[in-house]
């Protein structure tokens, strides 16, 4: 389940302040500012401008550049979809169908409840069980769309009996 801090500039000062004496601190300061924040906030794009000097512009490029950077908080539990070869010829398309259109959502986007995101990965090492995908950090393998709904479904009952 992820959990991470709401958006605060003076948290975030301190995140980026505290990596300002690495080399190439940029990468350093995002990773450290997704790490607390769970997504690189908008607003964190004009403190590391100015604290390295840099325009907006380029911040946004280094951002959009590593699609590790998130632009937006993550639900409670992310999905990991995989899109790899050995998945793809056990339909891992008409799956990722499914999914889209069961949370409504696309990839890199969060479901309206903020229950799941949706992230498309390139092999989970369980290419054997194809298609492979995982659910916070637990794998699943020849998930078919009844039963990706278990799953969901079952995610969502543990977390309400907590
Ligand atoms: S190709 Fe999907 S798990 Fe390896």
Known sequence: MNARSP???DRATAVIAANRHLRGALLPMLH?????FGCI???????LARELNLSRADVHGVVSFYHEFRRSRPGRHTIKVC??????????????????????????ETTAD???SLEPVFCLGNCAL?????????????????RF???TASTLATEAAR
């Open 83 to 108: 899109r790899a070869e050995a998945c793809q010829s056990m339909n891992a398309d008409g799956l990722i169908e499914h999914i889209r259109r069961r949370l409504k959502v696309d990839f890199h």
């Open 130 to 146: 194809a298609p492979a995908v995982m659910v916070d950090e637990t794998l699943h393998g020849r998930v078919s769309p009844a």
């Open 41 to 47: 906030d908008e607003e964190a794009i004009p403190l």
């Open 7 to 9: 958006w605060s500039e």
């Open 32 to 36: 450290a500012l997704q790490e607390e």
């Open 114 to 116: 903020d229950a799941f």
């Open 149 to 151: 709904d278990a799953i």
